[in-house]
Nanobody, 124 residues
Framework: QAHLVESGGGLVQPGGSLRLSCAAS????????MGWYRQVPGKQRELVAE????????????VKDRFTVSRDTVFRDNANNTLYLQMNSLKPEDTAVYFC?????????????WGKGTLVAVTS
């Protein structure tokens, strides 16, 4: 059964940094890549960073060159899998609740097993 727990969010000033973590368990996360999504109230959740099974990373234009997604190892079933998001040069528009989930074919990912997310608030 898929289970996701995000952590590491907080209040930070513009230009600051945060590192988010995601603990993921469930076989689906050993099949596909993983991604970080964010959601602002009233807007759709958007994928901002992903890492494929082979380790290729992709970023939304809005966070490119500022955010870095990584993982300890290739995700495996029945293992403690951890995904990270290093966020630098944060901007007020990065304020959102951040979630992790799989990232892959749209008919499979993301799965409907969202964690509670972690709030990132960028404000002076």
């Amino acid at each position: 059964q898929a289970h996701l727990v995000e952590s590491g969010g907080g209040l930070v000033q513009p230009g600051g940094s945060l590192r988010l973590s995601c603990a993921a368990s469930g076989s689906v996360f050993s099949i596909y890549g993983m991604g970080w999504y964010r959601q602002v109230p009233g807007k759709q959740r958007e994928l901002v960073a992903e890492i494929t099974r082979s380790g290729v990373t992709n970023y939304a234009d809005s966070v490119k060159d500022r955010f870095t997604v990584s993982r300890d190892t290739v995700f495996r079933d029945n293992a403690n899998n951890t995904l990270y998001l290093q966020m630098n040069s944060l901007k007020p528009e990065d304020t959102a609740v951040y979630f992790c989930n799989c990232a892959g074919p749209s008919n499979y990912c993301p799965v409907n097993a969202w964690g509670k997310g972690t709030l990132v608030a960028v404000t002076s």
